[in-house]
C-alpha cells in the first residue's frame, strides 16, 4: 500500500476556499489514478472527484463547478481547489489510490490505499 498524507482542511464560512493536498509515496504516483472521497457526520464515505493517470478529471455533481482536482507528478501530490464552498460540503476529506495502476474508476471497493483524513468545516 501506498503512505498518503492529507493537509489543508480547517473551518471557513459559506462562499469561501480552501485548497487541499495529498503527498503521496510508496508508489509509481504518475501510473495510478487519484481520487478525494469525504465523509460527512452520519453518512457514508462518498466519491467528490477523481483524476486519471492521464489527467481525466471526473467529478460528482455536487461539486460541479466548484471544485477542481489536479496532480503534480513531480511533486507526487495531489490537490483539490474547493471554491464556492458550502455547509453541505463539511466533512472529513480522504485521498485514495487504488490498488491497479491505469485504471480509471470512482469505485470506493476498488481504492486501497487512504490518508488520515482532513477535515472540513463549512459555516453558514
Known amino acids: 500500500q501506498a503512505r498518503l498524507v492529507e493537509s489543508g482542511g480547517g473551518l471557513v464560512q459559506a462562499g469561501s476556499s480552501l485548497r487541499l493536498s495529498c503527498v503521496v509515496s510508496?508508489?509509481?504516483?504518475?501510473?495510478?489514478?487519484m481520487a478525494w472521497f469525504r465523509q460527512a457526520p452520519g453518512k457514508e464515505r462518498e466519491f467528490v472527484a477523481g483524476i486519471s493517470w492521464i489527467d481525466s478529471a471526473h467529478y460528482t455533481d455536487s461539486v460541479k463547478g466548484r471544485f477542481t482536482i489536479s496532480r503534480d507528478n513531480a511533486k507526487n501530490t495531489l490537490y483539490l481547489q474547493m471554491n464556492s464552498l458550502k455547509p453541505e460540503d463539511t466533512g472529513v476529506y480522504y485521498c485514495?489510490?487504488?490498488?491497479?495502476?491505469?485504471?480509471?474508476?470512482?469505485?470506493?471497493?476498488?481504492?486501497?490505499?487512504w490518508g488520515q483524513g482532513t477535515q472540513v468545516t463549512v459555516s453558514s
Open positions: 510508496g508508489r509509481t504516483f504518475s501510473d495510478y489514478t
Open positions: 485514495a489510490a487504488p490498488r491497479t495502476p491505469r485504471i480509471a474508476t470512482v469505485q470506493e471497493t476498488d481504492f486501497d490505499s
